[in-house]
């Protein structure tokens, strides 16, 4: 059957107890798609765990932890039809500890809501998250102010709010969509017009949805699918399972698998696709699917390689140099640094050779060559040289694997992206 709506995915962001979970569910529920039955129970749930408020986001935080500590620890999906689109609507932990789920959510988006919870105002989490998302590469960013209930609906606190996001969009480079008075506990301006904030004049957030463009698929570029996970399947053999990020991937295919067992690549042939349970042709980007390689085992391949065309293959690279956004560094960020750096599914311990030099962010001038350290809220560019084997292209090459975020003792410490290679011999 022919697909008649584009898709989109729409992630969720924003600091913990903001309401995330909450607006989805409450969405859900008025578009019909959680019944009144379901409801019930899950807000009987929520009253056992003593935790009364958290129905609606009950609908998104399946997992028992989830209910009983009341926030989000992984990523859920649900997906809804809007007049434009069909949308695949990515839930995100607010939560520092899960950060590195968020920035999973975020590299798969096309367009975010960043929420803030009106009391609260900006938050760690809403600046973190912020610089993240530009990392990540998405640019069509709408600003929910949330729990407006909370705040008598009050035309001042949101535009209170509203004035200090718009600082830190400036920061960070990006131009809102829109800015969205909201609450999704009480269901006003999530899929249906309030009468409570006469005031307001801007869309719901399912209104929302319809005002982003269209995303471009990735599908003219070389063909790349970094692998989430591998499974031993009976009667099938091994199949990687990941998203197709870039290209077209097709039955009968040349194809490697970077770096793989060996460093250097294991070739193979694409012997069936396979998405929601039924055979395919081929995947596009944008497809999330699981393969069966001829001449491709188990012991080959894992997660973090990336299943290339074999008359392109990702490069595998040596030291590279890259834009970076320092996030959340304990003290200060110098050369010999070692954390690891999380690029597409992969997970490589990277050292900071050179801090080239610190950039200010509002104008992209250098401000300063060779810096000594950098700390918060420095932009820089660096050149860094991976522990293990690597593959990454330039954000020219290929923006969707060229993103990254650097990680130590459990924090963001950067993001950033990859804008020059030298590959390994
Ligand atoms: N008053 C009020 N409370 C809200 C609203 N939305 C959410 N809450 C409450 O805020 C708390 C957190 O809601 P969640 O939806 O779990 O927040 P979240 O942003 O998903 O949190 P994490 O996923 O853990 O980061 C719950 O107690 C909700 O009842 C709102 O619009 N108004
Ligand atoms: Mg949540």
Redesign the pocket.
Known sequence: MAKEKPNMNVV?V??????????V??MLFDTGAVPEQEMKKLRDEAEKHG?A??E??YV??KIKE?RER????DLAYKKIVTQKFEITII?????RDFVKNMITGASQADAAFL?I?APAGVQP?TTEHLWLLRTMGVKNICVAV?????VEYSEDKFKKVQEDVDKLLTQVGIKPSAYIA?????G?NIAKKTDKMAWYKGPTVLEQFDQFPVPELPTNLPMRMPVQDVYEITGIGTVPVGKIETGIMKVGQKVKVLPGRTGEGISGEVKTIEAHHEQLPEGLAGDNVGINIRGVGKKDIARGDVICDASQPIPIVEEFVAQIAVINHPTVLAKGYTPVFHIHTAQVPCQFIELIEQIDPKTGQVIKKNPDFLKNGDVAKVRIKPQGHLCLETQKDNPFTSRFAVRDAGATVAAGVCVEITKKK
Do not use: W, Y
């Not at 949330?146 to 909370?150: P, Y």
């Not at 909201?182 to 009480?186: E, I, P, T």
């Open positions: 969720f924003g600091h913990v107890d903001a309401g995330k979970s909450t607006i569910g409450r935790k408020g958290f609606f986001a998104m935080d989830e009341g926030v989000t620890i839930d995100a932990p607010g939560h929420v919870a989490q949330n729990k407006m209930d909370a909201c609450s999704g506990l009480k006003d």
